[in-house]
């Protein structure tokens, strides 16, 4: 029994000495299969622990049991490894990874030549996207500002067909923003609405100069115009804001002049006397022939809008609010009605020449003067003309009608054009530059009947007065 055993034995080493030895000369079985059975066989101990992988894991269990966790680090493959599909080489991804970091670590200069990306240029970026939020942040604080300020006018609300535009004047002058300018005779405890029209103006701004020019309306200059019911007549330019107020008075300045104003100003002469106070004052040179009906009328014009009179002198001065009103309304021994019309053409630029030079000053006008003042504009074509109202350019300024007969009819003194067309080709060629200008139908119609209306003014040539300007 125990020689079987031992044979037995035997045969189990001799067998296991069989596998292990590859190069066993004595045995009849072939490498290959030796080979392959060799292989399932050592698999079987594969998932046989070692003593170093107990150890391992009774450490990892007493870890876990105190709370100590180990954090394994995991090994990386060679790089070969990563870039590299097996057996193809490097990837597509890789590749295209590899690329995207070289365009940004490297440029090409006009040599053609590839140079490294500085690190500056990061900085430079990140400064310049902190400027771009503070720009905003800054301009959004301003707009909210300029939209406060400016949002104390008395606001009228009108339509485009209130005005009455030619579409072919539309058309001739879309590069020209028209502003009409009206000051009305309105004094302590009047109705502003039954006030007449003391001052027209026009404000031309050339879009792309942006330069201003200003037109004058003789307060006198006869016009087509109509009431609050519609009727149609003519009248003393004056006159149309007592009859039917400010959108009227634009309506009228459109249809006799062929214009295409459809914004509008309207203030009172407390506004102005306010207005030139509050921004300290302007410069004015007086004439010697102004010099007494101002220190005559000034008292009044001071007592109306609570303001303080002070004489004057002839020359160059810095005008208060009342001296600056008494001198825009002055005529009667100082030149008459086109003299009148000249200084408060000379005030309006001093005020714009002041502001231009302080324009944070608009803030305290927003509290003290833009509530007295009536306009069409939205707070937002106002904030839209106020960068264009620091680089205007004051051009010439021109007073209408150019030529006139002036006379009586029905009472009344009034400035007639005559000729209508030479006048309006004169002011269309000096205030915007067109020289083939022609008469829009509804002014040929308008000549016809002032042509019938006042035609006997001409039999007197002693009426006729020009304007060289």
Not at 127 to 153: A, D, E, Q, R
Not at 210 to 228: A, F, G, I, P, W
Not at 356 to 364: G, V, Y
């Amino acid at each position: 029994m125990r020689s079987d055993k031992h044979n037995k034995k035997n045969k189990r080493s001799h067998s296991n000495d069989i596998f292990i030895n590859d190069y066993d000369v004595n045995t009849t079985i072939k490498k290959n299969s030796i080979d392959s059975d060799r292989e399932d066989f050592l698999a079987i101990f594969d998932d046989i622990p070692s003593e170093d992988d107990k150890l391992e894991r009774s450490k990892r269990k007493k870890e876990k049991k105190s709370g100590v966790i180990r954090k394994e680090k995991k090994k990386k493959a060679p790089k070969e490894q990563q870039y590299r599909d097996p057996g193809f080489g490097y990837s597509d991804k890789v590749l295209e990874k590899a690329k995207k970091k070289e365009k940004k670590k490297y440029y090409t200069d006009k040599n053609g030549k590839k140079r490294k990306k500085r690190k500056i240029t990061k900085i430079i970026m990140y400064f310049l996207i902190v400027l771009l939020l503070l720009t905003l942040g800054v301009g959004i604080v301003g707009y909210l500002f300029l939209n406060k300020t400016l949002s104390t006018f008395d606001n009228i609300k009108t339509t485009e067909k209130d005005f009455n535009i030619d579409p072919v004047v539309a058309k001739n002058l879309e590069d020209y923003e028209n502003i009409a300018v009206i000051g009305i005779d309105a004094r302590k405890n009047e109705d502003h609405a039954l006030a007449r029209a003391d001052v027209l103006m026009v404000m031309s701004i050339n879009k792309k100069t942006k330069e201003m020019k200003m037109l004058s309306v003789m307060r006198d200059t006869y016009m087509y115009m109509n009431n609050r019911d519609g009727k149609n007549f003519f009248d003393k330019a004056t006159h149309s804001h007592f009859w039917a107020g400010p959108v009227s008075t634009v309506r009228m300045l459109n249809e006799n002049l062929d214009l295409n104003i459809d914004k509008f100003l309207v203030f009172n002469w407390q506004s102005v006397a306010d207005t030139v106070d509050t921004i300290g004052g302007i410069e004015v040179e007086i004439k010697p022939n102004e010099v007494y009906d101002m220190n005559e009328f000034g008292p009044q014009s001071a007592d109306n809008t609570d303001g303080k009179w002070i004489n004057v002198k002839a020359g160059k001065q810095k005008l208060n609010g009342a001296q600056a009103l008494t001198y825009c309304r002055i005529r009667e021994t100082s030149g008459g009605d086109p003299a009148r019309t000249s200084r408060n053409r000379i005030v309006i630029e001093a005020i714009i020449k002041e502001l231009k030079s302080h324009p944070f000053k608009i803030n305290d006008l927003s509290k003290n003067v833009f509530p007295k003042i009536s306009t069409n504009l939205k707070t937002m074509d106002i904030i839209k003309l106020l960068p264009t109202g620091l680089r205007l350019k004051i051009g010439e300024s021109k007073l209408y009608p150019y030529s006139f007969y002036g006379g009586l009819i029905e009472g009344a003194w009034v400035a007639v054009p005559t000729p209508l067309d030479d006048n309006l080709e004169k002011l269309h060629k000096n205030m915007f530059d067109i020289n083939n200008y022609k008469m829009s139908d509804t002014v040929k119609k308008i000549n016809i009947k002032l042509q019938n209306k006042a035609g006997h003014l001409r039999a007197n040539d002693s009426n006729e007065k020009s304007d060289s300007n």
